[in-house]
């Protein structure tokens, strides 16, 4: 309006759904994109693909940044005919858009104890990486075969934060933890057999580690260990705020 771009009517119209929308089946938060580092991140799971797709539109139109987790294909392809720029992340069972993507700030590693842990694991690079931080991996690195993981030990060390990520018994956080200085965040995956209770059984080997710095998010929670792990790295380098 100051600018004389923008007439008054036009600037109420933007007003009157900047704090959120109410499309009737939903009602989202156009607001978070101002106090938050994302906008409003929208879980695939349980929804119709129209319902995706509705919501996934009217976040795009307003940020041009979209993160739409656990989505299979069918629901991408979707999105993907009302926005042919997504994009789908296979592994991690996500779809992203990123119309304005900042110089990436490095300093984030996420490692993953077996390829089973790897849809957690890439969840949280890819959460990560929308947020403008650059993503370093080191899968496969288990403690079964703890060799893997020490060979990557130089790597681990130039690293602000890691996300750590394990089912089975969980015992890689700490060991890991036990390695470094910076922070941990431990994801616990539902993968293992019977005794691992879908998950239960990392969750509670994490949240007991003897090692000190790790934090322990939920059960194959990669979203919120990605959205940590960025929001650490980003005051680890303040000069890149804003």
Do not use: W
């Amino acid at each position: 309006m100051a600018a004389g771009t923008t007439g008054v009517e036009d600037a109420l119209e933007e007003l009157r759904y900047l704090p959120y929308e109410d499309i009737g089946f939903a009602k989202i938060d156009h607001h978070r994109a101002l106090r938050d580092y994302l906008p409003e991140v929208v879980l695939g799971e349980g929804k119709t693909p129209e319902q995706v797709v509705a919501v996934a539109r009217k976040l795009v139109e307003r940020s041009g940044r979209l993160l739409v987790t656990r989505i299979d294909s069918a629901r991408f392809q979707a999105i993907r005919e009302h926005i042919p720029d997504a994009v789908y992340h296979e592994t991690a069972r996500a779809a992203t858009v990123n119309r304005q993507p900042p110089a990436p700030t490095p300093g984030v590693t996420v490692l993953c104890a077996g390829t089973a842990d790897l849809p957690v694991a890439e969840e949280a690079a890819v959460t990560a990486e929308l947020m403008g931080h650059q993503v370093e991996r080191v899968y496969d690195v288990g403690v079964a075969g703890i060799h893997r993981l020490l060979d990557h030990l130089p790597k681990l060390r130039e690293a602000r934060v890691l996300v750590v990520v394990a089912g089975m018994e969980g015992a890689l956080p700490s060991v890991v933890s036990g390695l470094v200085a910076v922070p941990v965040i431990a994801v616990p995956t539902s993968t293992g057999y019977g005794a691992s209770f879908q998950g239960l059984a990392p969750l509670l080997t994490m949240l007991n580690s003897c090692a000190p710095g790790v934090a322990v998010v939920n059960i194959d929670n990669g979203f919120g260990a990605g959205y940590l792990a960025a929001v650490i790295n980003r005051l680890a380098h303040p000069q890149d705020e804003g």
